[in-house]
Structure formats: C-alpha cells, structure tokens
C-alpha cells in the first residue's frame, strides 16, 4: 500500500502561483511513477503531468504545458507540481496517484490515490 496526502492548494489571483506537494508513505517512493490529476466541478477527472520513477522523464497535459512543471524528491518521497500563470480554467480539486505500472496518461494506470486538494483561481 502506499499513501498520499496533497497539500498547498488555495485560492489565488489569475497570473499568480502555487506549489503542490504529494507527500508519499508506506512501499518505496521510488518504484513509482507519479501523477497529477484535476478534477474541476461536473467534469470527468483529467490528467494534468506525470513523471517517472527517476524523474528522469515528465509530460504534461496540452493546457497546462509551458505553465506547469512537476518534479519530485526520492529522498523525501514527494512529488510537486509548480503551477505558474494559473487561469480560472485551472480551477479543480488536484489529485496526486502512483503507479507501479509506469508514467501515463490514463487514470486506470494508477495504483493508488490522494485525497485531493483544491485549488481556485479567481479572474
């Protein structure tokens, strides 16, 4: 088992910015890839980037590319996700999950989930 818990979402301006945090516990962190998702109010949950166990490889969602970095730290078994130039668009719930299969894009690929934590973005 492995459990995540998101923190450092908020409210924020248009143009500002955030930090996410996925703090990992239980198997070892480093033999999985990590995600982030967002889920926004009446909207199917949506892949947002993704990294692999080294770090060594990332992708990201078209909309958030260029915005979004996400990165991690094995040594203090977290993952982040920097949002810069955040939008209302860019407003959901923000889920982190792991996965022993590899870095995807599909939620079905992922083993374990967060909690979620919300962010919001005012115009």
């Known amino acids: 088992q492995v459990q995540l818990v998101e923190s450092g979402g908020g409210l924020v301006q248009a143009g500002g910015s955030l930090r996410l945090s996925c703090a990992a516990s239980g198997r070892t962190f480093s033999n999985y890839a990590m995600g982030w998702f967002r889920q926004a109010p009446g909207k199917e949950r949506e892949f947002v980037a993704a990294?692999?166990?080294?770090?060594?490889?990332?992708f990201y969602a078209d909309s958030v590319k260029g915005r979004f970095t996400i990165s991690r730290d094995n040594a203090k078994n977290t993952v982040y996700l920097q949002m810069n130039s955040l939008k209302p668009e860019d407003t959901a719930v923000y889920y982190c999950?792991?996965?022993?299969?590899?870095?995807?894009?599909?939620?079905?690929?992922?083993?374990?989930w967060g909690q979620g934590t919300q962010v919001t973005v005012s115009s």
């Open positions: 990294i692999s166990w080294s770090g060594g490889g990332t």
């Open positions: 999950a792991a996965s022993y299969r590899g870095s995807s894009y599909s939620r079905s690929e992922y083993n374990y």
